[in-house]
């Protein structure tokens, strides 16, 4: 994708040290990897995958003012100028458009796909990284854990949660989750008592499922998974962690 849309990019992969284990598998991936890269340990044990990317073109022959950066932006949505309000957030002269200083950052995404990418506390998204998202788990999960941004859940056999559209037509279902390395699991997605999909996880690291759903004013999704597993030192009945559960449109 990088490749796709950019003439040249830079790489950095940040694996994190939360342990004596992580530390231990970290070292001897890197050490196994015959570049010396940190890809296998991120792989292993999943991660911050970062890139500085560069367009191509000439530089610009106009002297660049940061006190007015504004003036060299336009509206993703309608491309009318933008200025700064009183809250230093950028907005839109023509459309209304509103982007907030976050930390000094900016986020000019259009509107259609920041609502994608970042949709807030919604009914059809369980986003484990949102405060909140726990109202519409249903049972006993275990404890949150995991860094900003890498929120997630690990699961027993079993785990459900409440979903409810809010937007029309043909819904799909979609988690996103994390195997660990050696722990070969099957999958198996039951929405409102019919099962709708099945998978085998034969690799570590993320994994996507989806599944088209029938037409229902909600869902109640339950995710059964096996076998289960014990690491050590831990007691707990784990299979895998989940970091989001979320409809999206069908087809």
């Known amino acids: 994708m990088i490749r796709k849309h950019f003439d040249d990019a830079r790489y950095e992969i940040f694996v994190p040290e939360r342990g004596w284990g992580e530390r231990i598998v970290k070292r001897a991936a890197i050490k196994a990897d015959p570049y010396g890269s940190e890809w296998r340990a991120g792989r292993l044990l999943g991660g911050t995958f970062a890139a500085i990317c560069r367009n191509g073109g000439e530089p610009s022959s106009v002297p660049f003012d940061a006190a007015r950066f504004e003036a060299h932006l336009r509206c993703p949505d309608c491309r009318a100028e933008l200025g700064r309000d009183a809250s230093d957030g950028l907005r839109c002269s023509q459309c209304g458009y509103e982007a907030a200083n976050e930390g000094g950052v900016y ?23 949102l405060a909140g998202h726990e109202k519409r ?60 999909g099945e998978w085998k996880l034969e690799r570590a690291g993320l994994f996507v499922m989806e599944a088209d759903l029938p037409d229902a004013l909600e869902y109640r999704v339950t995710i059964e998974a096996s076998p289960v597993w014990r690491a050590d030192g831990d007691g707990r009945p784990l299979t895998v962690s989940l970091s989001m559960i979320r409809l999206v449109p069908g087809s």
């Open 107 to 129: 986020n000019l995404l259009p509107s259609g796909e920041k609502a994608e990418l970042y949709p807030g506390d919604r009914a059809d998204i369980i986003d484990f990284s």
């Open 137 to 196: 788990l249903l049972g006993e999960w275990y404890e949150l854990e995991g860094v900003f941004g890498n929120k997630y859940r690990w699961i027993g056999a079993e785990a459900s949660a409440f979903l409810k559209p809010v937007r029309p037509g043909k819904q799909r279902l979609r988690v996103r989750g994390h195997g660990m390395e050696g722990q070969a699991v099957e999958l198996r997605v039951v929405v409102n008592g019919a099962a709708v």
